[in-house]
Nanobody
């Protein structure tokens, strides 16, 4: 089991950057590939990015490719999401999640543990 706590959300303007962090509760972080998902009001939760256990493999949704970067620091048990050139349509609650699928996954159902979320709001 792993507990996850997101931070770093906030209110920004279009074109700005934010970096989200997801702190894991301990060494069990190393057993999991990780993902970022987001959920806007009235919409389903959607995949944003995923990273393998070692960080050597990443994947992104089409909507964030080229703007967002997922990374992890296994020494600090922390996952990151660097978000650049933010758009109003990026407004959502962002969640980190852990999966036993080695290379990560874009499927919500593959994830076993979730954080509580952090709000990102982008004004035009």
């Amino acid at each position: 089991q792993v507990d996850l706590v997101e931070s770093g959300g906030g209110l920004v303007q279009a074109g700005d950057s934010l970096r989200l962090a997801c702190a894991a509760s301990g060494r069990t972080f190393l057993l999991y590939a990780m993902g970022w998902f987001r959920q806007a009001p009235g919409k389903e939760r959607e995949f944003v990015a995923t990273i393998s256990r070692t960080g050597g493999s990443t994947s992104y949704s089409d909507s964030v490719t080229g703007r967002f970067n997922i990374s992890r620091d296994n020494a600090k048990y922390t996952l990151y999401l660097q978000m650049n050139n933010l758009r109003p349509e990026d407004t959502a609650t962002y969640y980190c999640a852990a999966t036993t699928v080695y290379s990560g996954s874009a499927s919500l159902n593959a994830y076993h543990y979730w954080g509580q979320g952090t709000q990102v709001s982008v004004s035009s």
